[in-house]
C-alpha cells in the first residue's frame, strides 16, 4: 500500500512539473531585410515572451554563420516578461541569404529555429522598405516630426532621408514651413534614383507658449506643387520650461507638484447629464515657488478654472473641471487636459477624464 503510494505521489509530482514550466514564444519567426547595401550591417531584434508560468532562461543562441553574431538577456525572463535576441548581420557578402537562428532554452522544445532573408547590393534600387512614406513620385524614411518634450533654449533636429523615384532630377522642399524651423536639404536637386536628406531644426526659443502645439509642413513633389492631404507631414512638440541642472543638490529649494489623483472619472454622471464637474488638487511639496505655468485643453466641451497659479511651500490650488458633452465636435475629441508648471523634476503632467 505504502509502494502504491509513493508511485502516485511521484507521478503527481512529475505531471506537476511538466504542467508548471517556461514557454518561449517569438513575435516574428521570419524576417525580410528586403535590400541591404553592401558593407552596411544591419540589426534584427526578436522579441522573445515567456508564455509559461516559470521563469525562463535561454543558455545559448547560435547562427548558421559567422557573418551573424546574437546577443540574449543572460537573466531569467519572469512569466509574461519580454526579453530581446538581437542579430547583427555584417552584409559582406554580395547576393541573397538565407540564416537561420537557434535559441537553446529551459523551454519545451528547448531550442527554437527562427530565420532572416534579404539581399545583399551595391546599390539599394528598392526603397519601399528603408523608405515607406510615398509621397507622388518621392519616397521618404518617416511620416511625421514627433520632437517630443522639448525645453526652451534647445534645438532638436529630425533629419528625413528622402529618395527620388521619378523621372528626373527632384528639389526637396517643404512648403509652409514654420519661422521657427530651419529647414536645409543636402542637394540642391536629388538626381533619379538616388537619396538625399532634408534636416529640420526647431530653434525652441522662437516660440513663446509652453504645453503641446501640433500642426503640418507639406513636401513638394514638383515646382509649383500646393498643400494637401497626399503631401502633409505632420510635426509636434511639447514646450517646457527649462529648469537647468537636475540633481538632488541644485533642487533642494525648488518647488515639487504632486496631484490628489491624476484622472477624473466623470462617466458615471455624463453617462445621464450632459454636464458633469470635477476636481483635481495641486500641492507644493517643495521648497521653492511652485508656478502653474499652462493649462491646456484639447476640446471645448472642457473648461478649466484655477483658484491661484503661484503656490507657496505646502500651499494647495484646485483645478476645477467643467465638461459639455454638447460642445464634443467629434469622437476624437480628447477631454484630458495638460498641466505644464516649473517643477524641475516633472514639469508636465496629463490630467485623464473619463
Given at each position: ?5 509513493f ?10 512539473q511538466l ?50 553574431v ?103 522642399i ?155 465636435i ?9 498641466i ?15
Amino acid at each position: 500500500m505504502k509502494r502504491i503510494s509513493f508511485v502516485i505521489i511521484l507521478f503527481l509530482l512529475s505531471s506537476i512539473q511538466l504542467m508548471a514550466q517556461a514557454r518561449l514564444t517569438a513575435n516574428i519567426e521570419s524576417y525580410d531585410f528586403g535590400q541591404i547595401e553592401w558593407n552596411k550591417p544591419v540589426v534584427i531584434d526578436y522579441i522573445i515572451t515567456n508564455t509559461g508560468d516559470q521563469p525562463l532562461i535561454l543558455s545559448n543562441v547560435t547562427t548558421s554563420c559567422a557573418c551573424s553574431v546574437a546577443s540574449w538577456p543572460q537573466d531569467a525572463i519572469d512569466p509574461n516578461q519580454k526579453g530581446v535576441v538581437r542579430v547583427a548581420f555584417d552584409a559582406k557578402a554580395l547576393g541573397s541569404f538565407y540564416k537561420e537562428v537557434s535559441i537553446y532554452s529551459n523551454a519545451n522544445p528547448d531550442m527554437v529555429f527562427l530565420n532572416f532573408t534579404g539581399e545583399v547590393v551595391r546599390e539599394i534600387t528598392d526603397f519601399s522598405r528603408s523608405h515607406p512614406v510615398k509621397i507622388g513620385d518621392i519616397r521618404l524614411n518617416l511620416d511625421s516630426l514627433n520632437f517630443g518634450d522639448v525645453k526652451v533654449g534647445d534645438k532638436p533636429s529630425f533629419k528625413i532621408s528622402v529618395v527620388n523615384e521619378g523621372s528626373s532630377p527632384y528639389a526637396p522642399i517643404l512648403m509652409h514651413a514654420p519661422s521657427f524651423f530651419t529647414v536645409k536639404s543636402s542637394d540642391l536637386y536629388i538626381p533619379k534614383g538616388e537619396k538625399g536628406e532634408i534636416e529640420v531644426t526647431f530653434d525652441s526659443e522662437l516660440w513663446p507658449t509652453y504645453g503641446l502645439y501640433a500642426s503640418d509642413v507639406y513636401l513638394s513633389r514638383f515646382i509649383g506643387d500646393k498643400v494637401g492631404v497626399d503631401n502633409k507631414i505632420p510635426f509636434s512638440f511639447t514646450l517646457l520650461p527649462n529648469s537647468g541642472n537636475n540633481t538632488e543638490s541644485s533642487n533642494v529649494n525648488k518647488p515639487r507638484m504632486e496631484l490628489n489623483r491624476t484622472n477624473s472619472d466623470l462617466s458615471v454622471i455624463l453617462a445621464h447629464k450632459d454636464k458633469a464637474s470635477g476636481s483635481v488638487m495641486i500641492t507644493n511639496k517643495g521648497m521653492g515657488d511652485l508656478k502653474i505655468l499652462k493649462l491646456q485643453t484639447f476640446s471645448p466641451a472642457v473648461k478649466l478654472s484655477l483658484n491661484k497659479t503661484t503656490l507657496k511651500s505646502g500651499e494647495t490650488a484646485r483645478i476645477k473641471i467643467k465638461v459639455d458633452q454638447n460642445k464634443i465636435i467629434s469622437k476624437k475629441d480628447s477631454l484630458d487636459f495638460l498641466i505644464v508648471t516649473n517643477d524641475p523634476f516633472a514639469p508636465k503632467s496629463l490630467i485623464q477624464i473619463k
